[in-house]
């Protein structure tokens, strides 16, 4: 079965560093979107992705974060000087639509000491 | 704002039936699915309704008004798997962006 898969699936990095979260969608999807989900907390929606270009932002995604799909397989989130609260969980995820059933990944769970 | 309100925890036992209600006030709606996740992994799609009424798949029914910005999943024959946080999404626009509420924490005992 076509997965969504990420990597690292862990990621320590030290304060003000720079990081970048991978992810392969699943071949036919279309729509490509990052969320985070802080330790006990809810999964929050951070970017979505659509025909190489940025859809839709959440304020979380401010001028620190930065999303790319380099190639036709990956998709990457780039988070520059990292702070220590963007320790998280960050899945992306992918859909063939808009309103189709979105798959997610199982994550990359990022440490910022 | 946009919020969903769902119920932080419920316990049943193993063989049981239970519903996890979901009510929502969101900008946009277009649809209320229920995710599933265990242990921080990965959310897990469970089901989705865009029209009122109700959808059934296997073991999981969901359903929903969208007159009363209200939803449910409902659980049957509970099995001890079953453990794990489920959480109502709203998908907010035509962009697929899912708006998560703040997740059930299931517990199903022996």
């Known amino acids: 079965e076509p997965e969504v898969t990420q990597t690292p699936s862990h990621q320590v990095t030290q304060m003000g560093q720079e990081v970048i979260l991978r992810c392969v969608p699943i071949?036919?999807?279309?729509?490509f979107y990052w969320y985070r989900q802080i330790l006990g907390q809810k999964v929050e929606f951070l970017v979505s992705f659509y025909n190489n270009e940025i859809s839709e932002k959440s304020e979380i995604f401010d001028d620190q974060f930065s999303v790319e799909r380099p190639d036709g397989s990956n998709f990457t989130l780039k988070i520059r000087s990292t702070k220590l609260e963007d320790s998280a969980m960050y899945f992306c995820?992918?859909?063939?639509?808009?309103?189709?059933?979105?798959?997610f990944g199982q994550g990359t769970r990022l440490t910022v000491v | 704002g946009q919020s969903l309100e769902q119920p932080s925890e419920v316990t049943a036992v193993e063989g049981a039936i239970v519903q996890i209600n979901c009510t929502y006030q969101?900008?946009?709606?277009?649809?209320l699915s229920w995710y599933q996740q265990h242990d921080g992994g990965a959310p897990t799609f469970l089901s989705y309704n865009a029209l009122d009424g109700l959808e059934e798949t296997g073991r999981f029914s969901s359903f929903l008004s969208r007159s009363d910005s209200y939803g449910y999943l409902l659980l049957q024959e509970l099995q001890m798997k079953d453990s794990a946080s489920y959480f109502c999404a709203v998908r907010d626009g035509q962009g697929g962006k899912l708006i998560f509420g703040q997740g059930t924490e299931l517990s199903v005992k022996p």
């Open positions: 071949s036919n999807h279309l729509y």
């Open positions: 969101t900008s946009g709606f277009y649809g």
């Open positions: 995820a992918s859909s063939e639509g808009p309103a189709n059933e979105a798959f």
